[in-house]
């Protein structure tokens, strides 16, 4: 880590009057939480090209999760997904997490690609395979209790493909009931976090397409359910950090699925296509935390599925690049920026919040986690650690029972 | 009109068990409001081209939806644009409007043109301008109780074009304030409904961007606030047939603004780009009025801007191409839909709904023309009227006063 | 068949001026080539839904082909996709199709699935995977003069998902260098068709993004290469019947890939999402035919991979609504277009285009299907056939060797 | 200018390897034109919104751009827009630019703003609107040579708004004669570069839709035929800087017009909405000029409307903005890169492409400046000048014969 390029940092900072010990420990309490599903192989659907020593089981992707944590410093849960990540014994992987330095974060029902939910889950128009999917997501619940998880978050890929295919009004009510059912049920102190998408694997409908229809659905749920942002489950064109704000102000945003895309729901390493948006989602962020609007903790977690790059750098990527948007969000002038608005001077808002973007903040992530007893580049702490060739070497074959995305 | 084709269809469409008569007099008793604002010159940034005969004042432009509903039976009233068609005496209007066999239908307010908008109407940084817009729509309100109207429509150009330049949050609050406010003005029985739109004429953000920002100010406004859906708001692949479909559930559909469009807000004549969706939002309906989900009617309002077609016409074309959508939706085989449907029968679902799709209507709409003492073409009866050439003579020069558009 | 209704049809186009036995000859000459990976399992990268009775193998998917045939009268040919489709004896498939009233149509190389092809088939970085690539595509040449096809169909899944990723500038060098080699090596009268596609599976860049890349990559080739017009590998707001216009212009339309997409590349059946925009796009082919601009035969394929709906049925359905669309652009009346355009009267241009597309013209195709000894609904037909128990049945649990799509 | 933070960053890049006079050179030999429209008054189609001191004749707009090529240093040449910047003796223009210090670039005919161009110019269906658009464009060559212009830069508005309203295919061969016949009268040494946007004017189809269509009319018209990227002009998901680096490949690509957008063409200030596109461009040109591709000069210009922004404050953040993209496209670390590509490493690829966008050059462009003896900050450069206060002043009531964009 370059000492000096840190001090002439500090100094620059501290002269534009940023309280730099502050910023430092926003920055080092920040977690991100990563996904198991990220460790394992996957693919698009012209084909899933398996990667040396992706992991197999929960027990593998705890691993490569405890791996990220202990070369990022900043990354002790790891959400799940049910059943790929289904064991026997849940209180055991708690044991097994927290001897990895870990824990279990959000737990997500995978209602999707049991073959009974060709036509949809909790909106399939057949009531045993609602009472399926159900009986799933309440497992999960049940799985929360045993890992000590405080958030369900639910995804669904019900929708359909063609014009008139389904009563997307009835499956609307079926949908708002279903999830109703399952708030009532939460774990005391959880809550439950309903993402949308605007399509795929539905291409004419989603049943939950934006984050209006999440709202709604929460709002009929009641009061433990927020909204979950993915940054890849947009239309082109829509701003997201504004329905961030606007979610914040609603007291209704629970979390983030970080990801990038370019193109659809590209499940890109964060950061990768558009940086700029990563920051001014967490300029809102700040904004709202300066505010006192944020009431219950964010969920910050990523949401990848990693194709051509190795799968853990690609989640250390992922997680530098969301603590560089964090880390700039935190640089900006509040002061000069209320005056510009209030002057409608976009040209000094603008430089206020470049002057943000434009701050290359790595020698002060490079101090941070030196101070936390890390080596400053965590790809490279990785890969001079030896870990890969291990599981390369180790995770040969595939496991009886393991499943995954691909 | 061609009789045996009617007979013909009408069989036909018997032996399919369709009621006919039904369906004749569902459609003889929809009306659709026409705008004044479409009758005057509009154009893009690029330049206005003003159109001989191009109606100047709120009296042209009621005699040109005079005209439109003289020929197509179903446009008796008129949505006005303040202040563009602000005038002294709005009683005087009233009978003008009913001498002339309409009468006004929506108040639309405009807070976007005036020089102090620049930065926002409602959400305008400034309290004095916010105040200005405030009062320029209660002084709508005031119009609507002087023409009888029941429908305050809100569309809003606040917005920002550049990141870090507004507190979107801020502004949020402003305009869901100021909605409030004026909710508590409504005249008795009157309701407002609230618009949103993309993009453009901000090009970050818009304060009311989407149908979900929409459905949130009308909660916090009250009971009379519902959302309006104008056909050409929305981003690329989003399913606006769904979002009627949900607004109808949710109790909240209050009206349309029809047009259509490929690229953005490119307010070109219905049906003219995508037919199918204009009958899809139909089926829609028809299927929400079946289960009585609709208790407060639908404002079925056109909202276009005619540039490269004579005005008058493309206006009846519109009219036209929305009553064949809803006399295809009316043809639907709702029985045959939900067997298609508890099967997951996507090509039956889909063979059902094409069947109503590929009928050809036009001999059923023609007829119902005959039966209200209409030319069965509109169109032909516009243009074999004389009416063209008469305005064309009238309306030379600019009128001291006229405001519009373009 | 309802003769009745037919009559009144031909009456009813025989006044406007149409001449249906002109109108009757060409759709019946209208070919439509289906693609034997239509009739496998397939799916999203959520997973794969087997149906029963899909087929497994060349054979299988070549019956099946013949049933669509059967049943439809104008699917003579079959697409294959080499590995899936690879088989020791290509004579005897020759014979086998035969047998069955098919024969073999395009030959399409897929070099996207082996693993070699992660990062690129022609463009991967590595010289060794450019070489087994083009090997693979020579073999398809080879299998071309086997089976006697005319067409070579080149798809590549090459791009990258980062920026930074790869050289795009080199692996455009490799691409035009590769294809003129394959050119070089087409079997005498025969065509190489070069499609293009926005992305998927890249998620940043594809090395043939689109029609100008492809055009680009044909005048490198030569004369015997043409561009492929995929409905679903457009960005949004693209208007698809211009690219073909000008395609056609140009000399270099050599195909299409039929299918529909509301989102993304959904693969969804023809005419399903926006059935005017496949009319539209038939409009600007029969005006060139006019125009005798039409040097090459079009090749008019099938391309979909159908998820929810039963894959011969959807295949079915798809010829259907292509035989509806270009039925309907068959009674565009020109002369009174040119004149509407020469007067730049866009109401009544859309009058003379939307008379056309208005049309029922389903009375005709099943009198022309008639006539030509088939039934006149082909999906009741295959419906009433048993053809779909009997395969259910035959096709139980997996074949060695079979490879497909999903 | 902090020297220090200078020494620091010209210490830490010349450790890397980078050789910091040499990209130092680079800048200061990088020019970029300033459009003469971007200083006058311009808006939206729902108004536009005048600005004091807003320049309103080409004399005004000359001095503007003096302006901001004295505090930046790299705008020593004015693009006109003829006959908005028309005057009856251009030889005095010549000299009043020099006398300013600037001179006059690419000439731009207008031909969509007089009313006869409603229906198209060079496409137009009437052969002597055609004609008229051919006359004003000649005059414009025939300006180049008065004004010792080297480019004419064509931006048609060209389309239509419905289908079927025009014979798409007779105007491609319409325009490709015109700009033949264009390209044949250009003056020694001088290029025309002819540029695409997706839609606006046209919202169903436009003329010259993309780089397709441009490098189709650009072979069709001869070897000083390039062409021209607009940033804003492009489809949602595009990938821009693929698009520039075939162009360059095929030795096609003229010049830019930069500007940014969210949502169409919202001409907002360069870099303020997606920064990191604009750097990516900046490589691939950085790539190519290091691969000997680049035979004939680039020609950057800014193509920008300004609505809420100062103007010449807008432009000249603009300019900043296109120097920091170029000069951190100059840090990259072009051996590490190639090396990360050979392996196929995306994590090492974007480390090194997010290496050099990271840097903060804002010290570097500040101690250029200083060497060739400008403020390091134009913007306070220019509100320290008074220059403003002065136009404010001067400016006031409207000129006879100015005409602009709005």
Redesign the interface.
Known sequence: M?R??YE?LAD?LTKKGVDVARVEAAIKSFEIETPSWGYGN??????V??EPGAARTLHERLQDAAEVHRVTGVCPSVAIHIPWDKVDDFAAVKAEAAALGVRIGAVNPNV??D?AY??GSLTN?DPAIRQKAMDAILECVDIMTKVDSRILSLWF?DG??????????KR??WMQEALAHIHGKLPVGARMLVEYK????G???TDI?????S??MCQHSGANAQVLVDLGH??????I??IV??L???GMLGGFHFNN????D?D??VG??????VF?IF??IV??ER?GLIKRPIAYMIDQSH????KI??MI?SVMNIQ?AYARALLVDWKA??H???R?D??D?????QDA????V?PLLEKIRTDMGLEPDP?LAFRNSGYLAKIVEERKGELKGAAS?G
């Open positions: 370059s000096d390029l002439n620059s996957s693919g698009t659907r012209f084909g090209f398996k999707f690609q073959k060709k036509y128009v890929a359909s493909n063609y014009p008139g295919q389904v009563d997307m009004r609307k009510r605007l399509f795929e694997p291409f004419y409908h397409c934006d984050w209006g229809m709202l709604v947009h239309a082109h064109g829509v701003n950090e504004f704000a606007s914040l102000d609603e895309r370019k193109s659809a590209d890109l390493t990768s296509i558009n940086p700029f948006e001014l300029v809102e904004a709202a505010s194709i051509v790059k190795q750098e690609a990527q560089a920026l209320a510009a608005r209030s409608n976009a040209v808002a603008e430089r206020v919040i973007y434009m701050t290359d790595r790809i995305w």
